[in-house]
Nanobody
C-alpha cells in the first residue's frame, strides 16, 4: 500500500515563499512519475509540477519560473519549492505518485493534501 504524506502548508502573504514536502512509503524510483496537483475552491484539480522517472520535469504555465519540484531520492521525499506566491495559488496541494501494477496498469496514488493560503 502506497502512502504519501504531505506537509508544509500554511498561511503566507503574497510574494512570500513556502516549501511543501511529500514523504513516500516506498522508493521514489518505484514510481513512473511523482508530483504535485492542487485544487482551489470551486475548481477542478490541476497539475502543478510532475517529475517523471526519466525525462524533464513538467510545470503548469501558471507556476513556471516560480515553483520548483525537487526529488530527494535518499529520503524518499519530494518537495515543492514555491516562490513569489500569489493569492491565486491558494489551494489544497496534493502529492501524486503513479506506479505500474503487476498487470501493467498505471495506478494513481494520492496524499490527503495540505492547504496553502496566500493573502493579498
Amino acid at each position: 500500500q502506497v502512502q504519501l504524506v504531505e506537509s508544509g502548508g500554511g498561511l503566507v502573504q503574497a510574494g512570500e515563499s513556502l516549501t511543501l514536502s511529500c514523504s513516500t512509503s516506498g522508493s521514489i524510483f518505484s514510481f513512473n512519475r511523482i508530483g504535485w496537483y492542487r485544487q482551489a475552491p470551486g475548481k477542478e484539480r490541476e497539475l502543478v509540477a510532475v517529475s517523471p522517472r526519466t525525462g524533464s520535469r513538467i510545470y503548469a504555465d501558471s507556476v513556471k519560473g516560480r515553483f520548483t519540484i525537487i526529488r530527494d531520492n535518499a529520503k524518499n521525499t519530494i518537495y515543492l519549492q514555491m516562490n513569489t506566491l500569489k493569492p491565486e495559488d491558494t489551494a489544497v496541494y496534493y502529492c501524486n505518485a503513479v506506479r505500474q501494477d503487476v498487470s501493467g496498469r498505471l495506478i494513481d496514488h494520492w496524499g490527503k493534501g495540505t492547504l496553502v493560503t496566500v493573502s493579498s
